[in-house]
């Protein structure tokens, strides 16, 4: 057989082949600032900047100031509100991100690299990055320029070096090319707003404005101002055309109830502010590493389906079309729905998170509020002492740190309860209707019609029959009617009511259940009955 012959069996491709997506490698990336080298240099620097502080403390001890040694081994009197609230939720803004990415990396720590036993580096690199930042609050507490010099210059050492590392690396190959770099936007915002504040009390403390000293603001007229708006008696709205408020007036109360405004007469407690931005920075890393360890996955697996998947669909017994393209396209928009959902179920989350947040800050306010002026049955069920104690104390020292490990819970959960209800809602309900084809939940409701329609005019009929033919009106008074029809009626519904009863408790459940995931971020309310709150282990933060 010739060469001709030979080209007279070859077929010619009917369709070309599918272009395979070419997936992007992205490989170790080492920055010129050595993080090994940095953090050698700045743990000594931060050693330093301590010494100075402690000789500088010891310095200007007098009998006057005997704390100013113990105020520096204290860099956040937690109970002083006079104390710059941005300061400190910066610093432990930036603490709560090197932790997350600590939980992230391969490596724990940068002194290590593939190590075996990186559980204990994890350990260790708990109480690393505390004592690394440790400084950064520490040059504040002395309200000295030089500490404040000191402030500056550490947090634009931490700050420049971090955003010439991600300048260097934008691309890592940690999970998503640019985890890394999102990841860091939270510490890159606090550590450029101390490299901002530090100059800013230094340029006051020049000029002698510095608003900083708990002296001079404890002799201001803030406090009397304060009792005076917090004691004085609110006056009584006295509505002319009725005495309760109508819906519009109760829909706004409401929504004004989840939306925090500062008031002039109110400091929010510095503790609770310092477990806001530790909130927003969790809800912020968890949504951030949701989004970008599935979406890009699925996004590659929608590019690369191709005309084979018919054919695997067929292995499984599904036939979604004849025509392979058809196939091909309904895959593909499958996938983009369940993209959709699984980002909007992200994006829900978050929303209520945040919604969540700003109501426990109003509850916060109204509650310090009512304990300021005695009123304890308005925040607890019974009657309380307010004193310290031991479980008191314990939930306070854990509260801001509860907060963020609750609300990365709340997360998790919520994502995935928003998710799987969605999915339910777009390929059962959505899909089908749009389309006008595999109506099976619809059809499984339809089948069930009589049951539907007995349980109607079940329910009709016992509310239409209480309001006109069980209670009658005498004299002003509402009383029982028809006595003999109510027993009997009540009687000859027990069995229908039993399965009312089943349909009542399947409800009761997923509304149980959506409100505790909806509310499990929160640690200002207890998720149980207030006679069980006690063993609800949120209500003890």
């Given at each position: 057989?010739?060469?001709?012959?030979?080209?007279?069996?070859?077929?010619?491709?009917?369709?070309?082949?599918?272009?395979?997506?070419?997936?992007?490698?992205?490989?170790?990336?080492?920055?010129?600032?050595?993080?090994?080298?940095?953090?050698i240099s700045i743990t000594a620097i931060s050693v330093v900047i301590m010494l100075i502080l402690a000789i500088l403390a010891?310095?200007?001890?007098?009998?006057?100031?005997?704390?100013?040694?113990?105020?520096?081994?204290?860099?956040?009197?937690?109970?002083?509100?006079?104390?710059?609230?941005?300061?400190?939720?910066?610093?432990?803004?930036?603490?709560?991100?090197?932790?997350?990415?600590?939980?992230?990396?391969?490596?724990?720590?940068?002194?290590?690299?593939?190590?075996?036993?990186?559980?204990?580096?994890?350990?260790?690199?708990?109480?690393?990055?505390?004592?690394?930042?440790?400084?950064?609050?520490?040059?504040?507490?002395?309200?000295?320029?030089?500490?404040?010099?000191?402030?500056?210059?550490?947090?634009?050492?931490?700050?420049?070096?971090?955003?010439?590392?991600?300048?260097?690396?934008?691309?890592?190959?940690?999970?998503?090319?640019?985890?890394?770099?999102?990841?860091?936007?939270?510490?890159?915002?606090?550590?450029?707003?101390?490299?901002?504040?530090?100059?800013?009390?230094?340029?006051?403390?020049?000029?002698?404005?510095?608003?900083?000293?708990?002296?001079?603001?404890?002799?201001?007229?803030?406090?009397?101002?304060?009792?005076?708006?917090?004691?004085?008696?609110?006056?009584?709205?006295?509505?002319?055309?009725?005495?309760?408020?109508?819906?519009?007036?109760?829909?706004?109360?409401?929504?004004?109830?989840?939306?925090?405004?500062?008031?002039?007469?109110?400091?929010?407690?510095?503790?609770?502010?310092?477990?806001?931005?530790?909130?927003?920075?969790?809800?912020?890393?968890?949504?951030?590493?949701?989004?970008?360890?599935?979406?890009?996955?699925?996004?590659?697996?929608?590019?690369?389906?191709?005309?084979?998947?018919?054919?695997?669909?067929?292995?499984?017994?599904?036939?979604?079309?004849?025509?392979?393209?058809?196939?091909?396209?309904?895959?593909?928009?499958?996938?983009?729905?369940?993209?959709?959902?699984?980002?909007?179920?992200?994006?829900?989350?978050?929303?209520?998170?945040?919604?969540?947040?700003?109501?426990?800050?109003?509850?916060?306010?109204?509650?310090?509020?009512?304990?300021?002026?005695?009123?304890?049955?308005?925040?607890?069920?019974?009657?309380?002492?307010?004193?310290?104690?031991?479980?008191?104390?314990?939930?306070?020292?854990?509260?801001?740190?509860?907060?963020?490990?609750?609300?990365?819970?709340?997360?998790?959960?919520?994502?995935?309860?928003?998710?799987?209800?969605?999915?339910?809602?777009?390929?059962?309900?959505?899909?089908?209707?749009?389309?006008?084809?595999?109506?099976?939940?619809?059809?499984?409701?339809?089948?069930?019609?009589?049951?539907?329609?007995?349980?109607?005019?079940?329910?009709?009929?016992?509310?239409?029959?209480?309001?006109?033919?069980?209670?009658?009106?005498?004299?002003?008074?509402?009383?029982?009617?028809?006595?003999?029809?109510?027993?009997?009626?009540?009687?000859?519904?027990?069995?229908?009511?039993?399965?009312?009863?089943?349909?009542?408790?399947?409800?009761?459940?997923?509304?149980?259940?959506?409100?505790?995931?909806?509310?499990?971020?929160?640690?200002?309310?207890?998720?149980?009955?207030?006679?069980?709150?006690?063993?609800?282990?949120?209500?003890?933060?």
């Amino acid at each position: 057989m010739d060469r001709d012959a030979l080209v007279d069996y070859e077929y010619p491709d009917l369709e070309p082949l599918p272009t395979k997506v070419q997936q992007e490698i992205i490989g170790p990336c080492d920055p010129t600032a050595d993080d090994k080298l940095y953090h050698i240099s700045i743990t000594a620097i931060s050693v330093v900047i301590m010494l100075i502080l402690a000789i500088l403390a010891r310095k200007n001890w007098s009998p006057s100031k005997q704390s100013s040694v113990a105020g520096l081994f204290s860099p956040v009197n937690f109970l002083d509100h006079t104390q710059h609230k941005g300061l400190a939720g910066a610093v432990f803004g930036v603490l709560l991100c090197r932790l997350f990415g600590m939980l992230m990396s391969e490596d724990p720590l940068p002194f290590t690299a593939h190590t075996q036993h990186k559980d204990y580096w994890v350990i260790l690199g708990i109480f690393y990055y505390p004592a690394l930042y440790y400084p950064l609050l520490a040059c504040g507490t002395l309200h000295n320029k030089v500490g404040y010099v000191l402030g500056s210059l550490l947090s634009w050492t931490h700050f420049g070096v971090l955003v010439w590392q991600k300048i260097d690396c934008p691309r890592t190959p940690q999970i998503h090319k640019y985890f890394s770099l999102f990841s860091s936007f939270p510490q890159i915002a606090c550590l450029a707003f101390l490299s901002f504040q530090y100059p800013l009390m230094l340029f006051k403390g020049l000029q002698g404005t510095d608003s900083d000293n708990a002296d001079e603001d404890l002799n201001s007229s803030y406090y009397r101002d304060y009792v005076k708006e917090i004691l004085k008696k609110k006056p009584k709205k006295i509505s002319p055309s009725s005495e309760t408020p109508g819906l519009m007036q109760r829909v706004t109360d409401a929504v004004k109830s989840y939306i925090y405004t500062p008031e002039e007469a109110f400091r929010f407690p510095l503790k609770l502010s310092i477990s806001c931005v530790v909130a927003f920075i969790s809800l912020y890393q968890v949504a951030l590493l949701l989004v970008l360890s599935v979406v890009p996955t699925l996004q590659t697996a929608r590019m690369g389906v191709d005309l084979d998947i018919a054919k695997v669909l067929a292995g499984f017994k599904i036939e979604l079309s004849q025509d392979p393209h058809e196939v091909k396209r309904l895959v593909i928009y499958y996938m983009w729905c369940f993209e959709v959902c699984y980002i909007s179920s992200i994006s829900l989350s978050a929303l209520v998170n945040l919604v969540m947040l700003m109501r426990s800050m109003v509850l916060h306010r109204s509650n310090l509020k009512s304990l300021y002026r005695g009123d304890v049955f308005s925040v607890y069920s019974r009657q309380r002492r307010i004193r310290a104690s031991r479980p008191a104390l314990v939930c306070w020292m854990s509260y801001t740190s509860y907060t963020a490990a609750h609300t990365v819970t709340a997360v998790l959960i919520q994502t995935l309860v928003f998710f799987l209800s969605l999915l339910v809602a777009v390929f059962l309900v959505i899909i089908p209707v749009l389309h006008g084809q595999n109506l099976f939940l619809f059809q499984a409701l339809w089948s069930m019609w009589p049951f539907w329609l007995m349980i109607v005019l079940v329910v009709l009929m016992q509310h239409v029959c209480a309001r006109f033919f069980f209670i009658k009106k005498t004299s002003g008074t509402k009383d029982l009617d028809n006595r003999v029809k109510l027993f009997l009626m009540t009687y000859l519904l027990f069995p229908v009511s039993v399965l009312l009863g089943v349909l009542m408790s399947a409800w009761r459940l997923v509304v149980t259940a959506l409100f505790n995931i909806v509310h499990l971020g929160r640690m200002d309310i207890s998720l149980l009955n207030r006679n069980v709150e006690a063993f609800d282990p949120g209500s003890f933060g």
